[in-house]
């Protein structure tokens, strides 16, 4: 099984630092993709990173992992309670998906408690700020050498 993962993130995650820091905290988006990165290369894993505020492009990356990718990580940020587009793409992908949010959305409003992202997703991490990535990242790869051996 392919080694590559696609890490993707939807709207508003471009702002990640700046955007309700006492929500999402001070790292950056090039920070988390930093670190990803890092623990990528330990996990013998090769990492796309995308992020995107349009529907359309994270389904159009979901079908891009489709055809070459091992694994999974996407924090679909807003689209997670509202697109039932983004679920239908990810049920074409066959691999491990882990659907990772920085913030603990069950403490937060009722609209967040909702997804459709986990009607598909493997494993969910929330609440654990930025830090929720790399546990995603290990997972994947988890996943990935279960299907191999
Ligand atoms: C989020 C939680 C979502 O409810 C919100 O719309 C986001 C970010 C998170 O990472 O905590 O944009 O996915």
Same mark, same amino acid.
């Given at each position: 099984m392919s080694r590559l993962v696609y890490v993707l993130n939807g709207p508003n995650l471009n702002l990640l630092g700046k955007r309700q820091p006492h929500i999402y905290g001070h #790292? $950056?988006?090039a920070d988390v993709e930093r670190d990803c990165r890092a623990l990528a290369g330990e996990l013998g894993l090769t990492l796309r990173f995308h992020q995107s505020n349009r529907e359309y492009e994270i389904i159009d990356w979901i079908h891009e992992a489709r055809e070459e990718a091992g694994g999974i990580v996407i924090n679909p940020a807003a689209f997670t309670? $509202?697109?039932? /587009?983004v679920l239908d793409a990810l049920n $074409?992908? #066959?691999?491990?998906v882990i659907e990772c949010h920085i913030s603990n959305v069950h403490k937060r409003e009722a609209f967040r408690h909702h997804s459709y992202v986990s009607l598909r997703a493997d494993g969910v991490i929330a609440g654990f700020g930025t830090q929720g990535y790399q546990? /995603?990242?290990r997972r994947v790869a988890r996943l990935i050498d279960d299907k191999a051996a």
């Open positions: #790292e $950056t988006l309670h $509202t697109s039932v /587009a $074409t992908f #066959e691999g491990p546990l /995603a990242l």
